[in-house]
């Protein structure tokens, strides 16, 4: 499994960025995919994340309605719109898959991530 995130930058406070997660090597329906963000000393936290059957699980409740989760099969790429970003938003952030069944809480039980994104908001 190898993921490529994009999609990261600058913006200024209240501004808006897409990130993007292309997925390779999954052979089938779909496992738990998501978005971590991580600030240097901090734990990785977990943002969104989005089922095999394209449900959303979770998202952070500091960005609901303002962040907006979702995947298209075809090209096996999952999203992250980020609207009205705010400072606390800038991290780094990951795309994470999850081959085994459930979509859990914690960055440990992720097998596989992307190399990650940055967000810079200010």
């Known amino acids: 499994v190898q993921l490529v995130e994009s999609g990261g930058g600058s913006v200024q406070a209240e501004g808006s960025l897409k990130l993007s997660c292309v997925a390779s090597?999954?052979?089938?329906?779909?496992?738990?995919m998501g978005w971590f963000r991580q600030v240097p000393g901090h734990e990785r936290e977990r943002v969104a994340t989005m089922d095999g059957y394209g449900r959303t699980v979770y998202v952070m409740p500091s960005v609901r309605g303002r962040f907006t989760l979702t995947k298209e099969k075809d090209k096996n790429t999952l999203y992250l719109e980020m609207n009205n970003l705010k400072p606390s938003g800038t991290a780094m952030y990951y795309c994470?898959?999850?081959?085994?069944?459930?979509?859990?809480?914690?960055?440990?039980?992720?097998?596989?991530w992307g190399q990650g994104t940055q967000v810079t908001v200010s």
């Open positions: 090597g999954i052979t089938y329906r779909g496992p738990c």
């Open positions: 994470a898959v999850r081959l085994n069944s459930g979509c859990p809480v914690f960055a440990k039980d992720f097998a596989y």
